[in-house]
């Protein structure tokens, strides 16, 4: 898939996607949409409920998840004390909410930025003000699917050699598809 960003000229980027590519990209920010979930219930639309509801204080089991809502105190797979544990518990109960919104609303930008190519290819600009929910919402997608394939720093580089017997080979085109694109954008953003 060869659809990277190209600058825009005005801090903006645009980028030509084909219909299977645009499709592809739609079809996973839809799947992201679905794995953070809806936002928070139980507060009847009301904004000042919304405002001083309290999320989660244990990290997701899905390690999908906990690499995107990672604990604020600690290393990643390193064991921790229970006071550790104890302030990164509270950390996410008034952190967590305003995060999940957040990539809801950048896999949402993108969503609606793909559907404007009315389900085919073409030419989609960005403006500069979407560039950073672009940024983010292709960082959250790498992340899970990286958390999915299991990817570390280390055995990225032999992702490029996976045969294509290899049953992660669509997943991990994906994976690497998105990071190029991710790395387009920012250049077309500073450029």
Do not use: H
């Amino acid at each position: 898939m060869a659809g990277l960003f190209e600058s825009a000229g005005d801090g903006g980027a645009a980028i030509a996607l084909d219909e299977v590519e645009a499709s592809i990209l739609r079809s996973l920010e839809v799947q992201m949409l679905e794995l953070i979930g809806p936002g928070p219930g139980g507060t009847g639309g009301d904004p000042l409920a919304a405002l001083f509801a309290e999320g989660p204080t244990e990290a997701p089991a899905d390690p999908a998840l906990a690499r995107l809502f990672p604990d604020a105190y600690g290393e990643p797979g390193e064991p921790v004390d229970s006071e550790t544990r104890a302030m990164s518990g509270e950390f996410r109960r008034y952190t967590e909410l305003d995060l999940r919104a957040r990539k809801r609303d950048d896999a949402l930008a993108v969503v609606r930025a793909l559907d404007g190519l009315g389900g085919e290819g073409g030419v989609l600009k960005v403006p500069a003000e979407e560039c950073l929910r672009w940024l983010g919402a292709l960082n959250d997608l790498r992340l899970t699917l990286g958390a999915r394939l299991e990817v570390s720093e280390e055995d990225e580089q032999g992702l490029y050699a996976l045969p294509d017997s290899d049953p992660r080979k669509p997943l991990v085109m994906a994976y690497l598809w998105l990071g190029g694109m991710q790395e387009s954008l920012l250049e077309a953003m500073a450029g």
